[in-house]
């Protein structure tokens, strides 16, 4: 039998107030131990719960704590970090696109080309501040999808080599990668990438469900993981 390629990728549905649904795949399958009334065996797509509220005590995984402690997966737009708006900075052979508004604040960039990525100062992206493949493999390293570039204006956002996965960050965001569905999302941000994102875990991020980086803010902790 043919099966649609597209049905064999994983996809992540946030649950309102509850956990993230990972859907390891969305082709049907036998549940074993399970039959209807009638005795026929149960199907079902595969899938786990991830904990988004930050309180699961079985952490990646949901517990159903946030039925506890009433988790609410609505943001606040009077109190959101940054606005969603992508700048451009541009050097004389790359232009770096930037978002602050869609930021997980992993600080990728600072902590490995400071010459270029300048906290404190104005414009806080020197395009110019170093060779052009140190800058290129910098901004890959975002995980937000935050910072892409172009290059003679042909923009380069996705990294489209990756194989799908979910990276659970210490004390901080999930990692998506790979272009993982993210479905019933509708407000990515502008210049966002869906190849790859960052997630909130800690549940107070105030851009769910993406990560805004707020986990740091509150000192999010998961000794497990």
């Known amino acids: 039998m043919e099966v649609n390629g597209d049905l064999a990728k994983p996809r992540i549905v946030p649950l309102p107030n509850g956990p993230l649904y990972l859907i390891n795949n969305q082709i049907p399958e036998k549940v074993e131990y399970l039959q209807n009334s009638i005795g026929e065996p149960a ?52 232009t770096v696109h930037d978002n602050r508004g869609i930021c997980s604040h992993a600080a990728e960039c600072v902590r490995n080309l400071p010459p270029v990525f300048r906290l404190g100062e104005r414009p806080w992206i020197n395009a110019d501040g170093a060779d052009l493949d140190a800058i290129i493999e910098t901004v890959k390293k975002c995980p937000s999808g935050a910072l892409s570039y172009s290059i003679e204006e042909a923009e380069n956002r996705d990294q489209n080599n990756r ?22 999302v509708e407000n990515w941000g502008q210049g966002a990438s869906k190849e790859h994102f960052a997630l909130c875990r800690c549940g107070a991020s105030n851009n769910k469900p993406f990560c805004d980086g707020t986990h740091l803010a509150i000192k999010f902790k998961d000794e497990k993981n």
């Open 43 to 94: 199907i079902a797509v595969r899938g786990v719960s991830l904990c988004r509220c930050g309180a699961s005590n079985n952490k990646p995984f949901c517990d159903g704590s946030h039925s506890r402690i009433s988790f609410s997966g609505k943001n606040d737009p009077a109190k959101k970090n940054a606005e969603d708006r992508r700048k451009n900075y541009v050097g004389k052979h790359i």
């Open 163 to 184: 194989q799908p996965m979910v990276t659970v960050g210490k004390d901080g965001p999930y990692y998506v990668t790979g272009g993982i569905e993210l479905a019933g």
